[in-house]
């Protein structure tokens, strides 16, 4: 790491922790002595998302939370449980080693989390998503959600 006092080329690292999702690095110079400070990053890779009308745009962490975010407004849902879907679906395309993803798959997998945390907010990011043009379109995801709980406690009750 270049020292940005005297521009020597190394340093020693006097101290490192990590901080957010970042890794702190406090550095000497080896030339001048003089100390500054580092921020170490995991780079991730470029991920685009294929839109429904085939184009494509880089993948925007900001808006995919804005969406979910408006579908909880008033509900019992914290900004931990957003950012870990947020962080899922990133995770789960890196680990793929995939660079592009269908909005369709996104959307599909913030539901199936909304699911499991909360049915309003999965009926409102469905409503937006599916682009519901009709009450009768409501009442089939209603319904949907209804058999699908309706199912997972027959299954606690046969398993107790």
């Known amino acids: 790491m270049r020292c940005p ?31 500054f400070t580092t921020y170490e990053i995991m ?16 993948f925007n962490r900001n808006k995919l939370i804005t969406g979910i975010f408006n579908a ?7 900004m931990d449980q957003v950012e870990k879907i947020a962080d899922n679906i990133e ?3 890196a680990n793929e080693l995939t ?7 996104i959307g599909e997998f913030v539901l199936a989390q909304l ?9 409102r990011f469905a409503s937006v998503y599916e682009d519901f043009t009709d009450i009768a379109s ?9 058999r699908k709980n309706t199912e997972s406690e027959e299954d606690i009750c046969t398993n107790s």
Do not use: Q, W
């Open 5 to 35: 006092y005297c521009g020597f080329p190394d340093s020693k690292v006097i101290d490192s922790r990590p901080k957010d999702e970042k890794i702190k690095r406090r550095r000497e110079c080896i030339n001048c002595g003089s100390r």
């Open 43 to 58: 780079e991730k890779p470029l991920l685009m998302v294929e839109k429904r009308s085939g184009s494509y745009e880089v």
């Open 72 to 78: 909880i407004k008033k509900r019992p849902v914290t």
């Open 91 to 93: 995770n789960h395309y």
């Open 99 to 105: 660079n592009v993803a269908k909005s369709k798959e």
């Open 115 to 123: 699911r499991n945390i909360d049915a309003i907010a999965y009926i």
């Open 138 to 146: 409501f009442v089939s995801v209603i319904s949907e959600l209804e």
